[in-house]
């Protein structure tokens, strides 16, 4: 397996981040940092930012890939979100960043009741929020969009990797209630991607992953269709890492299967020299490459090592 490869299992499995419009003019050209973007059609046709909300416009969802901390997605989430809300009032975020537990603390932050450090302090926020994740909610603040906290806890995808699906069963019916009520784990085009990545010789093991994965995604896909079943005359904006987006494999086919009715719009990233397979019909966000982590096997490892010894403690599972 490739350095590149294995960085991207290891990270998976680990793992189980100005408000105005612009308009064509305005969109900045390429300058070769890591801020800038551009939109391309799935054949190639560039799009503006204001030409892509016009091209969302029949879309109930828009389900955008990221790739944790890159600077120039998250500004084009941020830039993205401000625009739809000025062209569609009724839009909802829709964030895997938060978990359910946290939706009562996020609205109450939307609502004023409190500050931003309550705010953090009493939800499962990511470790990057300030940097990347900060602009969204504040945009929804400003224009009182709703924001759905949309996936499942952190203990529950650690404890179904460690103890497999048996685990849902023990759990009581509060804390059950944080997970999707049915986890698509059947074979599927998504579970041989995930497989091609993840398998190590370990059948159960990966199995028992690949059910932590599906956890994300299913809860996501609830969370957004019982939003939009409440809410109908909404649109929502959902980020979420790349792999739970591109292609419709994970989230919008769980989506499609919960509201075949759903209109799905999907943007996932890609750079110029690795560009999306041509069969994949998203609307292309290019940017350029992050830094490359480890330039050799040896560094790899050593900061491999070192994560897992950074690692959190384990939950009680039992």
Sequence with gaps: MSIRAFST???????????????????????????????????????????????????????????HTHPGIHLFQAQLLATLSARYPATALSMEQFSRPDQSVIDGYLQGNFGESELLGKSEKWPNYASDYRPLIEIA?????????????????????????????????????????RLSSEASPYKEKFLS?????DEEKTNNQYLAQIAWDDTMAESMVAFLAENPNHKVMHIAGAFHVENGLGIASRMLARNPNLNIAIISPQTQDAPLPNDVR????????????????EEMNAAIGTMRHSRRKAPDCS
């Design 9 to 67: 299992a290891f990270i998976l499995a680990t793992l189980l981040g100005c408000t105005h419009p612009l308009t064509p003019k305005e969109t900045p050209a390429p300058t070769g940092t890591l801020y800038d973007y551009q939109i391309e059609s799935s054949n190639g046709i560039p799009y503006s930012l204001n030409e892509l909300a016009n091209a969302l416009s029949d879309a109930d969802v828009i389900l955008v890939g990221e790739w």
């Design 282 to 297: 998203d609307y292309r966000l290019i940017v350029n490459p992050l830094p490359e982590q480890w330039l050799s096997e």
């Design 141 to 181: 603040k400003t224009n009182a969009l709703p924001v759905i906290a949309a996936n499942t806890t952190q203990e529950i995808v650690r404890c179904l990797a460690a103890k497999g699906e048996g685990y849902l069963d023990t759990l009581p019916a509060e804390k059950r209630r944080h997970v999707a009520n």
């Design 197 to 201: 990545v993840m398998f190590h010789g």
